[in-house]
């Protein structure tokens, strides 16, 4: 609110104090309290936790013979999985068909119609994911589309996109980050977000 | 169908100028108080003391400024320096603070 800060250097410094300053004002007069910025955040900052689908991309960075047999027939290679739940390859699972990320090749997936999303591998979506204009966006540029996450696909990689439709539900397996050869699989699933199964984002070591 | 606020809020934004910056898929902030100034945003609009809307347009607005202002010393593009200004702005709009008030209490944090 003032100007006496005469210093780029006190760009930081002056924003912050004014974040704080509108925060505390506003708790003070009990319009919000200490734990609302929290409780907002927690909405986009909550892991996943353990979910299926992480399980199953582990399995295919340990196995390579398992990965081909996932991108050959996806709820095949899903079965022989023992530590999922039942009723993975049923329902919405029947027809999920697996593509890789790789040398040269990005993939991703989006999805012209509300029920095609592949529940019981990758959990609730986000809510993005069944937006009009982001499906509509993303078929249309989808390296725009990928910048606007945060994700530069360098120009040398084709962006393959997957419409997933009632027919076919498609999901990605990320490629295995560097640095990661003595993890095991466990370790290694939980470097698997959604988004990087949806293909906003790449698997990152931790 | 999933309806929080705080994802329709974010969704709205993107594929517009002021959508929030993300990094390998997820919101991403610099520091604590773009961290906050995101939250109590929100919060705000969550609990209806002002329409998303309202802010979003001083959002526009302050982001419009900055591109127009060509100077030799304009400063470096910071997202979240447009979104705590429309806050500020809305919050005064909408009365849940005066500029006396946040001008001391900010001058009170920074001291």
């Not at chain 1, 439709?165 to 466990?186: C, D, K, L, N, Y």
């Amino acid at each position: 609110m003032t100007d006496r800060f005469q210093y780029p250097n006190d760009r930081e410094a002056r924003s912050a104090a004014r974040a704080k300053a509108l925060e505390s004002l506003l708790i003070e007069k009990g319009i919000i309290n200490a734990t609302t910025v929290d409780t907002v955040l927690k909405v986009f900052e909550t892991k996943m936790g353990p979910f299926n689908g992480a399980k199953i991309v582990a399995r295919a960075w340990v196995d390579p013979a398992f990965k081909q047999r996932l991108v050959a027939d996806a709820p095949a290679a899903i079965a022989e999985m023992t530590d999922l739940p039942e009723g993975m390859a049923g329902a919405e699972g029947e027809h999920m068909r697996a593509v890789a990320n790789g040398e040269g090749v990005h993939n991703l997936v989006i999805c012209t119609l509300c029920s095609c999303y592949p529940w019981p591998v990758l959990g609730l979506p986000p809510y993005w994911y069944k937006d009009p204009t982001f499906r509509s966006r993303a078929a249309r540029e989808p390296r725009a589309v990928l910048k606007e996450f945060g994700l530069d696909v360098p120009s040398a990689t084709e962006v393959k996109v997957w419409d997933s439709s009632a027919q076919i539900r498609w999901f990605v397996i990320p490629e295995r980050p560097a640095g990661t050869e003595g993890m095991s699989e466990s370790e290694l699933a939980a470097l698997v977000t959604p988004e990087s199964m949806m293909g906003v984002a790449v698997a990152n070591a931790a | 169908m999933l309806t929080q606020f705080e994802q329709y809020a974010v969704t709205s934004m993107m594929g517009a100028g002021d959508t929030p910056p993300r990094a390998n898929g997820t919101l991403c902030f610099a520091s604590e108080w773009e961290r906050s100034a995101f939250g109590v945003a929100l919060a705000l609009a969550r609990d209806g003391h002002f329409e998303w809307e309202d802010f979003r347009r001083n959002l526009i607005a302050a982001i419009g400024d900055w591109e127009r202002a060509e100077t030799s010393h304009t400063p470096d593009w910071n997202y979240y320096e447009q979104w705590l200004a429309a806050l500020e702005a809305t919050m005064l709009q909408h009365g849940l603070a005066t500029p006396e008030e946040l001008a001391a209490r900010t001058d009170a944090a920074a001291a």
